[in-house]
């Protein structure tokens, strides 16, 4: 019987594909509008490069962006580029469609909700309670946190641990086949793969480890409650088999 339900956070809670894309553009469009001698598909495309090499989470993008440009270092234009992106951040932070009442649908039938996602602690933090998502989940489990990245089992074992279920008793909910579905997959875990963001038609390889593939979270509380119909169903055959 299913108990808890484990969801990622970003692109399957929080939509945040598209809020990073919204921040990048307004940011260089920022510091060219205050200066920066570099046209914006340049700086723009340049911007893309330097992420992709050092990650979402490197606190100096627009600093190592102006050397990549060969633009001499001027704080104006880094905090250009800081204030408009963190302003749309925080204007156009938004949850996917329908993220509440899913999870308020799974509360009220008497699941147990927890977050198992990859990030920087506080920044992860921050999405979660400027959403008010925080009193959905009985738990959340975040990779810096714990010294531990999804796929790797242990960070799907610790939250099956700490919420006391074993694995064939939870869901996996996530938009990365691979550090969603195949590593939940992986310690026994049933798993649902959201088919979205930026993730949705990559990863492919992986998908044999998704025992359900949706396109709306919406379909997530009737997969679970199938999944106790059908465990119910089995322990009656069982018990009138004996």
Do not use: C
Not at 40 to 61: K, M, P, V, W
Not at 147 to 159: D, L, M, R, S
Not at 160 to 187: F, T
Not at 189 to 194: H, L, S
Request: hydrophobic residues 40%.
């Amino acid at each position: 019987m299913i108990k808890v339900v484990f969801f990622d956070l970003d692109d399957t809670i929080v939509d945040t594909t598209r809020l990073a894309e919204m921040a990048r553009r307004n940011a260089i469009e920022n510091m060219v509008r205050h200066g920066l001698p570099v046209d914006f598909d340049t700086a723009y495309q340049e911007l893309l490069e330097l992420i992709s090499e050092y990650g979402s989470n490197f606190s100096r993008h627009f600093d190592y962006l102006l050397r990549r440009l060969e633009v001499p270092y001027d704080p104006k234009l880094v905090a250009a580029g800081v204030i408009s992106y963190h302003n749309t951040k925080f204007a156009y932070l938004r949850t996917v469609k329908g993220v509440r009442r899913v999870l308020l649908d799974l509360q009220r039938a008497g699941y147990r909700l927890g977050i198992i996602t990859d990030g920087d602690p506080i920044k992860q933090w921050e999405k979660i309670l400027r959403l008010e998502l925080d009193a959905y989940f009985d738990k959340v489990f975040i990779s810096d946190h714990l010294g531990v990245k999804k796929p790797h089992p242990k960070i799907f074992k610790k939250a099956l641990r700490k919420m006391g279920v074993e694995p064939e008793e939870a869901v996996m909910v996530g938009d990365r086949l691979y550090s969603d579905i195949y590593g939940a997959k992986q310690v026994g875990m049933i798993t649902v793969w959201f088919k979205y963001g930026k993730y949705a038609d990559r990863e492919l390889e992986y998908l044999e480890y998704a025992d359900f593939t949706i396109k709306s979270l919406e379909e997530v509380p009737e997969i679970v409650r199938g999944l106790n119909l059908e465990g119910k169903e089995r322990a009656d055959k069982e018990v009138h088999a004996d």
